[in-house]
């Protein structure tokens, strides 16, 4: 377990280091909810329609089998997540008149220098 754990964590460092390239911002990372986990909450300042909150599930896979990471976020997951996003928004109220939007971040390979890909907008609460 120790060692899955330790491929997550280097999977999430590298998709933050990623989406930090990409211009978001970091606001958390692993909060935990009964129910659910964000891996990580950021912030798009030029999204479009202006400044959103992005929340961010990492799926770390070593290849590309069963249609990789991204393909495992399925409806009880993508539930999941809407319900700690709310959750959050709930506790942080700075943050809860902002637009929001969902991606996955999908980390391949060598967990020490996993190949990301990046899917903005993954999916919608209203699709959940």
Not at 23 to 30: D, E, M, T
Not at 51 to 71: H, I, M, S
Request: aromatic share 8%; with cysteine.
């Amino acid at each position: 377990m120790a060692e899955r754990q330790s491929r997550g964590r280097a999977a999430e460092a590298a998709a933050r280091a990623a989406l930090e390239r990409g211009g978001l911002q970091f606001i958390a990372a692993n909060v935990r909810f009964r129910g659910g986990e964000l891996d990580l909450v950021m912030r798009d300042p030029v999204a479009r329609g202006g400044a959103c909150l992005v929340f961010v599930e990492v799926r770390y896979r070593a290849g590309g089998a069963f249609g990789g990471g991204a393909a495992s976020v399925d409806a009880t997951k993508r539930r999941k997540l809407v319900i700690a996003a709310q959750l959050f928004l709930a506790q942080h109220p700075r943050w809860a008149n902002m637009p929001c939007r969902f991606d996955v971040v999908q980390a391949q390979g060598d967990p020490a220098r996993p190949e990301i890909t990046w899917l903005r907008d993954a999916f919608r609460a209203d699709e959940t």
